[in-house]
């Protein structure tokens, strides 16, 4: 069965370039969800989908970064002006969506785009 | 602002041997929490999570977690370790969002089981 798919699995790049992260869910989720893991850390929240719309973007650091997901399936995490700061593994995650069960809704994660910024 | 954390970077255990990978939470009112496993080279896996009731949680490949409140942890545990059990382990504590659930994520405890 399919899981979360994430492309590029590596990407390098320069300081100041621009690159796009896809994000392709588990067919049928609704919520979809990035997260981003520097070395040594855990995960930590950028911003949720719930459909098409961004349900929640607090994660998000600054305007460098935007993500979309236009038809509520795949979605493209953006990031302008790449810095070397942004270089980490950039984790998306899907799941079923809403609040069913009280907190039961399993995440479920893709591998990861390792970006690292020169 | 609610919080968890893994006071050890590292544990190691001899295969065979029961394991506990160490979380406590900081919170108002009653938690939610979660344990998430990353395997090397793989995507985060989730192994468990405590909502309510029973304060022994059972999970995925054998695991189980322990609800402290009084003490606000929750341990994770493994009577029997293996070396396939070698992972990244992640104690997780989410938040209510849009109709799902933002966890916040500890820093993580890298597990070594030796042969």
């Known amino acids: 069965g399919a899981g979360v798919s994430q492309t590029p699995s590596n990407k390098v790049t320069e300081k100041g370039k621009y690159v796009e992260l896809r994000c392709d869910p588990i067919s049928g989720h609704t919520a979809l969800y990035w997260y981003r893991q520097s070395l040594g850390q855990g995960p930590e929240f950028l911003i949720y989908f719930q459909g098409t719309g961004a349900a929640d973007d607090s994660g998000l650091p600054n305007d460098r970064f935007f993500a979309v997901r236009p038809e509520g399936s795949v979605s493209t995490l953006k990031i302008q002006r790449t810095e070397r700061g942004d270089s980490a593994v950039y984790l998306c995650a899907s799941s079923f969506g809403g609040s069913a069960g009280g907190g039961t809704d399993t995440q479920y994660f893709g591998p990861g785009t390792r970006l690292t910024v020169l | 602002a609610q919080s968890v954390a893994q006071p050890e970077d590292q544990v190691n255990v001899a295969e065979g041997n029961p394991l506990t990978v160490k979380c406590t939470y900081s919170?108002?009112?009653?938690?939610?929490l979660f344990w998430y496993v990353q395997y090397p080279n793989r995507g985060l896996q989730f192994l468990l999570k405590?909502?309510?009731?029973?304060?022994l949680v059972k999970g995925s490949y054998g695991f189980e977690a322990e609800f402290n409140k009084s003490q606000t942890s929750f341990h994770l545990k493994k009577p029997s370790a293996l070396v396939s059990d070698s992972a990244l382990y992640f104690c997780?504590?989410?938040?209510?969002?849009?109709?799902?659930?933002?966890?916040?994520f500890g820093r993580g405890t890298s597990l070594i089981v030796h042969p």
């Open positions: 919170v108002s009112g009653n938690p939610y």
């Open positions: 997780a504590i989410p938040r209510a969002s849009g109709g799902s659930y933002i966890p916040t």
């Open positions: 405590y909502i309510t009731g029973d304060n």
